[in-house]
């Protein structure tokens, strides 16, 4: 964070020297000595707090492991349901069962002495009609009922745009699905895999792991920097170089771990370094001070102005960086099969459809019904 923030708030001033990745015992031993008076942002651990003394926290990260950039993988995928996910075939299934017994039930207004066996033998032929229609074998069907022509005419809507939809989505199924074969994806993964993980001198991840259950994750990766010596390092860019040749991992936090890679990027032109696709251990990072300071109370105060006023928070987002090509966890250009939610309102069609032909088969109902009174008045009149 930018220093000046905070001493423009506290109204004081300060020199700054440089410690060029010496790690954190050569700063605890230069604010134990009066050298400085506040080390820079470090992660807060129970054996730092043995040594210096931490105001409140400046902000929380996450642990993350920069690894080389894997091999990828390109597949073509075909399969004629993935269009669609289980969801919507069972809708398309469900409205066509229940469409084809509708048209039945409506036809049969126009044949009322079917007998049972010729009522059932006629609904076959329905269920066959409506599910050829998606496949333009289900025949032709006209009716003098408006209400039933209006029906068949909002089913025909829905199998045209469903059948598009589909044609339309099988397409994008068939690009080039591309995903990045991780050496491992969770942190026990990481722990049982033949990678060997660095560590810097003094860093906070050669405390994490150091002082860890040896029956831990972490412990099994402190055995492993153990049993190779080259594992330590002096600094994070032996450690990225170190990472490069593919037989080691860097563990480090999630807001510094873009930054190193975009750094990488920019000298090489190359994503040789990314990100696996997972975080662990949280951590509280702030200034370091001594346990005898008389600065704390008003650093203390300060940090807390600056998180009320947003500066912290607004800082914090500016350090993510631009760049989203390397540090993705995953790469997967693979087309989404197309749910019953995301096609809701072409089902609703239907629902308006069988909506609107039950309106006009009950006027035809009513009309019916009104002309027989009609005529049969008439003939009374006759008679008379």
């Known amino acids: 964070m930018n220093f000046k923030t905070l001493a423009k708030y506290m109204n004081f001033t300060y020199s700054t020297k440089t410690f060029c990745s010496r790690g954190f015992d050569h700063i605890a ?6 050298s400085i008076d506040l080390g820079g942002i470090m992660t807060v651990t129970s054996h730092r707090r043995e040594r210096v003394l931490f105001p409140k ?3 929380t990260d996450t642990y993350v ?3 080389k950039t894997p091999e990828t993988s390109t597949t073509a995928t075909f399969n004629v349901f993935s269009p669609f996910d289980l969801s919507t075939w069972l809708g398309i299934s469900g409205y066509g ?3 084809a017994t509708l048209l039945r039930y409506m036809n049969t207004k126009a044949h009322k002495n079917e007998s049972r066996r010729t009522w059932y033998k006629k609904l076959g032929l329905f269920y066959n009609y409506i599910f050829g229609t998606f496949v333009n074998q289900g025949g032709t069907y006209s009716s003098p009922s408006t209400a039933i022509r209006v029906f068949i005419s909002c089913w025909w809507t829905f199998v045209i745009v469903m059948v598009g939809t589909y044609s339309g989505t099988l397409v994008s199924h068939l690009s080039v699905q591309t995903t990045i074969e991780y050496p491992f994806t969770s942190l026990e993964d990481a722990a049982n895999s033949h990678l060997t993980p660095t560590v810097v001198r003094g860093f906070s991840n050669e405390n994490l792991l150091q002082y860890a259950d040896p029956d831990s994750n972490y412990g099994k990766m402190w055995r492993k920097v153990l049993a190779d010596p080259q594992s330590v390092v002096s600094d994070i860019q032996e450690s990225i170089d170190l990472t490069l040749t593919g037989k080691y991992f860097t563990p480090m936090h999630a807001v510094s771990a873009p930054a190193f890679i975009e750094a ?9 370094l990314t990100i696996a ?6 951590t509280d990072h702030s200034w370091a001070m001594s346990n005898t300071s008389k600065y704390f109370r008003a650093i203390n105060t300060g940090i807390q102005i600056l998180i009320e006023t947003g500066h912290l928070q607004k800082w914090m987002s500016h350090q993510s960086t631009a760049f989203d090509k390397c540090v993705k966890a995953e790469v997967n250009l693979e087309s989404a099969s197309l749910s019953l939610q995301q096609l809701s309102s072409i089902f609703k069609l239907l629902i308006y ?3 609107i032909a039950t309106a006009v088969l009950i006027g035809e109902k009513f009309s019916t ?3 027989e009174k009609i005529t049969r008045h008439r003939l009374n009149v006759d008679l008379c």
Do not use: E, M, N, W
């Open 29 to 34: 031993t230069a604010i134990s000595d009066g």
């Open 57 to 59: 926290a400046v902000y």
């Open 65 to 67: 492991i920069v690894i």
């Open 97 to 99: 069962l229940i469409t």
């Open 264 to 272: 990488d990027i920019q000298v090489t032109t190359k994503c040789r």
């Open 277 to 282: 696709p997972f975080q662990f251990h949280t």
């Open 353 to 355: 459809g069988c909506a």
């Open 369 to 371: 019904i009104l002309r």
